[in-house]
């Protein structure tokens, strides 16, 4: 199954796999074209395909190997979670430049399945790769029978659709990272809920008003959704006020407490979280930063979401 994939780096990383699968595997993916079912149609200026959830038509052991490959492949801790999509575009359709960035629950991988006979280059519907939403695309990879295309979600995975002119069918396997879960979505939902930073210990306030004053809001917010966290976690104002500094730039804290170093680093982690998206490098470096200490109580539930065993 998709082996001796081809790598490339550029303009970000991914792979692809002339033919992927077998006779029999890709006519199961085709007849997923020809079954009842409801559509979802896109047609705005933007995107404009039809989706439909096809999950449980694929049978769980050839989920099973396709998710297999893709750890292999990617060399990440996937979750068990396998989301699969049929795409259709008609004539006319494109979907333009995106990166699909993995917010906080989302997807961190996809592979790409075409399932076009007899493609040719006046059919359209090639994949083209950017550097930026503003470049000329890098690379282009055509639509053609059986060919998987894989890679993973980040904020600059600049990719589209060129328009189609006749109908072009896809069949999109959706993988999570055991780091970034709907039970973190939803974890990190519950703990900045009515948020109001006027709940924040009023010796922060000096602090924010001098940050206010000459950094930029994004970073402000950021540092004022950290010093939240903590907060909510029970931790006293003295901690508040250093994670808040830490987040903000103003202060780098160093491992002098343990368990206010894993606080902070771990505040730090949930806003950047909740205001971006999941960033595969930084979440590394959180890991390793943290390796080696103790979870403490209370903050075990969240921990345990963003640093898996």
Known sequence: MFSQPIHHDNPFPFFYVNSAFSEEQC?????????????????????????????????????????????????????????????????????????????????????????????????????????????????????????????????DSYHGVTEVTRPRQTVVFNFWHAANTPALAAHIQALFANMHFSELPAALDPVVSTAESSLPEETTFHAGTAALALHRWGYDETTVITGYRHSAGLAIYKNNDAETYAAVLLADWVAYLYRDSFDLARWKTLRRELEGIEMFTRLMPTWRLCLPE
């Open 27 to 155: 006519a199961a993916l085709e007849d997923l074209f020809l079954q009842d079912g409801e559509w979802q149609h896109r047609d705005g200026a933007f995107y404009r395909c039809s989706l439909r959830d096809v999950t449980e038509y694929i049978p769980a052991a050839f989920q099973a190997e396709v998710l297999g490959r893709m750890r292999e492949i990617t060399g990440l801790p996937l979750t068990n979670r396998v989301l699969v999509t049929a795409q259709r575009m008609l004539p006319g359709q494109v979907i333009g430049i995106h990166s699909d960035r993995p917010l906080v629950g989302y997807e961190i991988a996809r592979l790409v399945v075409q399932l076009n006979q007899q493609w040719q280059a006046e059919h359209g519907g090639v994949l083209e790769l950017f550097a930026s939403p503003e470049s000329a695309a890098v690379c282009r990879v055509n639509p053609e029978y059986n060919k998987a295309f894989g890679f993973l979600l980040h904020a």
